[in-house]
């Protein structure tokens, strides 16, 4: 072998080492929980967050301890809106039969009735060192069958907010990122990914109709963005491993950065519904 072809031999592989590095140290697991062991949802009223309750405790499986501080995150936990003092949606911990047909501890919601906003998410707020980030998220997710074969609803499952994003229509300056399933006039279930500036003002959505809506069983949510404007933001979501949508558009709007997480929510015009989240990952940067 010629000296020049050794030594650009040599640099490649110099240059493909670091890349592996630094990629390795880019990406990581920064949070995962089954809520196994000692997690549990906190029943003490906080002063300062009466909306709020806080799931606590250390995964025995994992090590990880909640509540979800990551980014100097703080006071994230179960957002009780418009509950009706918990009648119209509640969260609990449940045993149940898991993924893996074990049992497992997971994330029980339930929404009865509408009570204005009524909702239930799990908030990861006050997020003050991530902004230009790639992010992932997984969990398992079962959901019921009868709120999906409703005609012409809703139900959101995930979202985040940037700083400055509000539902007044041109008043907010943020930007949100959510992911829906709608049904249609004839109560078929469907996936509806969508950015937008308010609720009806979308820079970009898409609907998928052929990957099925899983009803009474299983299923693994991923999402991933990168953030970015227009020309730089790319976002993801796949449901049991098929891609649901991609887009290659912004994921935020005038260069704000995440203001706070919906990592899961019950919300929605489809009612009665419940569900179940369990085994959730979050990653800086991707698998």
Known sequence: MKKSNLILLSVTLVFLQFCRKNQTAASHVLFESGFEGGVYIDQTVDPDATDFQFIRGKDSQTGYTWPINIFGGSKSGLHYLFDDNKQAVFSELQTVVGHDGNLTKALYSQQNYENGYTQNP?????????????????????????????????????????????????????????????????????????????????????????????????FKTEFYWHWGGKKEGRAWW???????????????????????????????NANPKHQWIDDIVIWEGTP
């Open 122 to 218: 799990y908030e990861i707020l006050n997020i003050k060192k991530n902004g230009r980030k790639d992010m992932y998220i997984s969990y398992w997710m079962k959901l019921d069958s009868a709120s999906l074969t409703q005609k012409d609803k809703w139900r959101a499952l995930f979202e985040y907010k940037t700083v400055g994003y509000e539902i007044a229509l041109d008043k907010g300056t943020g930007f949100r990122l959510i992911a829906y399933i709608y049904t249609d006039k004839n109560g078929t279930p469907y996936w509806h990914f969508q950015g937008d500036k308010n609720p009806t003002h979308p820079y970009w959505e898409v609907d998928n109709k052929t990957i099925p809506v899983p009803k009474n069983e299983w």
């Open 238 to 268: 796949k449901i049991n491993g098929e891609l649901v949508a991609e887009v290659q558009d912004r994921t935020t709007r005038n260069k704000k950065p995440i203001d706070f997480i919906i990592l899961t929510q019950i919300y929605g």
